[in-house]
């Protein structure tokens, strides 16, 4: 199975300020179609998963610009430029280019 | 609106069966793979199970294969999971989600099971 490394484990951030979050695969999470298969999600305390980004770098629909995703390969990236309160939660990656899909154990954005 | 809501939870015996339910409206059910996702206490997501839109074909993690089985219903716009030979390290929150484009769009609310003696 693809191994999912998610870093760093929490993530403590001031208001206002930017929130960087890495995700690494053990494998490239190119598929053959084309396409790269990583997500990511936000898990508010209590609350069940919210996909934030799809395919690496697409924002769903409802989500703040000021969430962007990037990377390729191996090596993933989720940015917050402006951290706001309603953003605190656990922060998960997902990569489905390969069977089984598998998930990153997930990064908490703590507010400093 | 997009909704999937989870039941059929509780405490269970280790060894013992339960099933799982998802509910699903707002969008056409039948169109979707459809999926099973858990999380342990304190731990992070784990892929449980999918199942293809006409329910012809079913995939399962190796942590539960040959004890979970997935199904579904088109024409109730329904999910289910029933699982047997429960292990302590079933105990979860599991979670149905819609399956578009090798990713899980939306999620539903979630439902505990604990398994203990």
């Known amino acids: 199975d693809v191994v999912m490394t998610q870093s760093p484990l929490p993530l403590p951030v001031t208001l206002g300020q930017p929130a960087s979050f890495s995700c690494r695969s053990s494998?490239?999470?190119?598929?053959?179609?084309?396409?790269?298969?990583l997500s990511w999600f936000q898990q508010g305390p209590g609350q069940s998963p919210r996909r934030l980004i799809y395919q690496v770098s697409n924002r769903d629909s409802g989500v703040p610009d000021r969430f962007s995703g990037s990377g390729s390969g191996t090596e993933f990236t989720l940015k917050i430029s402006r951290v706001e309160a309603e953003d605190v939660g656990v922060y998960h990656c997902?990569?489905?280019?390969?069977?089984?899909?598998?998930f990153g154990q997930g990064t908490k954005l703590e507010i400093k | 609106e997009v909704q999937l809501m989870e039941s059929g939870g509780g405490l269970v015996q280790p060894g013992g069966s339960l099933r799982l339910s998802c509910a699903a409206s707002?969008?056409?059910?039948?169109?979707?793979?459809m999926n099973w996702v858990r999380q342990a206490p304190g731990m992070g997501l784990e892929w449980v199970a999918n199942?293809?839109?006409?329910?012809?074909?079913?995939f399962y993690a190796d942590s539960v294969k040959g004890r979970f089985t997935i199904s579904r219903d088109n024409a109730k716009n329904s999910l289910s999971l029933q699982m047997s030979s429960l292990r302590d390290e079933d105990t979860a929150v599991y979670y149905c989600?819609?399956?578009?484009?090798?990713?899980?769009?939306?999620w539903g609310q979630g439902i505990l099971v604990i398994v203990s003696s």
């Open positions: 707002g969008f056409t059910f039948s169109q979707n793979w």
């Open positions: 989600a819609r399956g578009v484009a090798y990713s899980l769009d939306y």
């Open positions: 494998r490239n999470l190119a598929h053959s179609d084309g396409n790269t298969y």
């Open positions: 997902m990569q489905s280019s390969h069977w089984p899909p598998t």
């Open positions: 199942i293809n839109p006409d329910g012809s074909a079913e």
